[in-house]
């Protein structure tokens, strides 16, 4: 299904320029490196726009953001939007500051944004802060279930139409939809959220995807949201055979995602289309 | 002895903000999410307030200080104040620059700390930056040993009495004081200081223990020393049996810590009161 | 062959300040400390200069400079030039944007530098600003192989005299000149580049293993250079073992670079001198 989608970002090594935070700017490093980009961190004003330049997707994440580096997502994010190269928004921990919610509010603004990736709680901060005050239905629970999964739906494709991004919202059933399609993932394994930055690296992986295939972003995002939670099973069940814990689990992710493979991710990804 | 302690923390999965180092920042939230907590990092002055706001504990730590995070940690200082949620500081470093040591008298004079935590050299730093010049006895080797351990505990104590604050001094032997009562643990392995961020990650680990027992600071910090020493044994001695060296007992290190428990804990720390 | 030169870092466990990116300033910390040294890393202006004088070398590395950072390396550079300590630099990504290759040339005009460590592309941007427009060879391809060897021999001793730095440039085979002499090193592993970091590591490790031996920087940097390459084989023979991937191939480099001594890098290395 995403034979081609793979295929393209082990052959292009694309370069993708990552505007990120300082918690798990490593792992994203690491795990781009290891699913076939090459990845560049750089975020000070004066360069920020000639790295984008020699790119083929931007990363903003807003995890420890500040007024220096804000400034450089924005220099970068028009940059990319002038070349036409995918930007991919991670809105990490929306909503838990009011500095978070007007960022994440003028990075849509000042950008065209081409994906967001986030859990539930992030993407709703962000749909306040991309629409009217109703944007957000607060009936909403903070995960996708099987009970709520038609209303998630529903939000996620009118999201993507209000911001024309791709809407990655990942949970324990992982939802991703532009404002025709959507494919709903079930890979993946709860221990994950006992590793810091597996969403801020699913971004990076998105970045890289994204950047090797920019024609065919909703299925590039799709294919690395259950790249990354393959990653996280086959993680899972080599930690319990080593008997290991979050720390050994880390690690076995990144080695996981520098083996996938097509035929990995096809025998593995629990995926339909809705 | 600690049951309670950890119990409370697995149960509540309490938020700590911290302001701290990009060397060590990775290892920390994800010590702190093996531990039970829920680890979020922020320092920008525009939102330090409103994350501290949701968070039961604080975490100062001053390894890569600078002039625009020392005035977030005095912002958050002060909200976590005004909430009467526990402060932990970690003035790594000080004493090693005039900076990092006013810092710590600055921090010490702006906001009321609940746990100091460092090796020796530092709380003597942070003794002389708290008290008058004769705070720090010359004579107070750099380690806690059999010999100097009864000076060593006055001298902890005194300085609890002057800052209100349970002291932590880490080293071979670990001394956890307040005015009155007094913890010596004997768990650790030396080549834990070969990786970098034992300090750090045990500051954390307190921030998640205190965050989550509000009202036993003295008990939740003696805790927090007994798991990650106890951690660092067992991690040393299955790094041994792999054959591995300091990368793989970092590893293993954040493995115990998720699989710590209060069966695991009373039946390997070494800890004695006075 | 380079025995002393270890025994030195072990014996002496030289104190390192490091001004670099937070993209792998962990896995610096890390290395350093495996290798034998001790690392510090602080940025701020205010606190530099105390830092680079309780050290026996400093680390400068542009991964992510920014305008506050690029002043704390003037200072403390200067300062460790007052104090005739060895600097290393590590160019990295110069070349990429106008911004660094100009603070490469800013560096380099304020500082003496000891050693330059990069790979091919980033030590020609060097040359280009350090020397004439006409300093890089436009033939001389972006590494370094059997055939163009003698080419890049000539330039790396060539701008080993325009800079008074010993020059090191890493690839398939890495190349150590001053301007009499040379090592090259045919050590490493092709994965260690899916790994971030390997190169800021290296870097790193250069500088312990300078600060323990000042009189004899090309020597101490060709050890690090061999040391650092077979470290990457031994990880990737283990890796193919345990059936890991990148993640637990950087673990494993760790673990060697802990576990290295004259005896195992005698019996590995495969270094000539020219």
Redesign the interface.
């Known amino acids: 299904m995403f034979e081609a989608i793979l295929e393209n970002v082990r052959r292009k090594t694309p370069l993708v320029h990552a505007i990120t ?7 994203c ?2 795990i781009a ?2 699913c076939g980009g090459s ?6 004003a ?2 920020v726009e ?2 984008t330049s ?1 790119c083929n997707a931007l990363v903003l994440n807003i ?6 580096t804000v400034q450089s997502m924005i220099l970068a994010g028009k940059k990319a939007n002038a070349l036409c190269r995918p930007v991919i928004l991670d809105p990490v ?1 929306a909503g ?5 919610t007007k960022t994440v509010q003028r990075l849509l603004e000042e950008i065209k944004v081409s994906v967001i990736r986030g859990n539930m709680s992030e993407i709703k901060a962000v749909a306040g802060a991309a629409a009217d005050t109703k944007g957000v239905d607060a009936g909403l629970n903070d995960a996708v279930t099987d009970e709520n999964v038609h209303e998630a739906i529903r939000f996620a494709k009118d999201l993507s139409a209000k911001t024309g991004a791709v809407i990655a919202i990942t949970g324990a059933i992982d939802l991703v939809a532009d404002q025709s399609k959507v494919y709903l993932v079930r890979n993946g394994h709860p221990l994950m ?5 597996t969403g801020c690296m699913l971004s990076e992986v998105t970045g890289c995807y994204c950047a090797a295939n920019p024609e065919k972003l909703l299925e590039a995002t799709a294919a690395a949201v259950c790249a990354m939670g393959l990653c996280g099973e086959l993680a899972f069940r080599k930690m319990q055979k080593t008997e ?5 689990l ?10 996938m493979s097509p035929s990995l991710l096809n025998g593995g990804m629990r995926v339909e289309t809705r």
């Open positions: 935070n300082y918690v798990t700017v490593n792992d490093a690491n490196l290891a990845p560049i961190m750089a975020d000070e004066g360069e000639d790295i020699i995890g420890t953001l500040n007024e220096r921990g838990a500051s009011a500095l978070r959220a006992k590793i810091t930055g290991g814990g979050t720390g050994t880390r690690t076995y992710l990144i080695d996981y995602m520098s083996n």
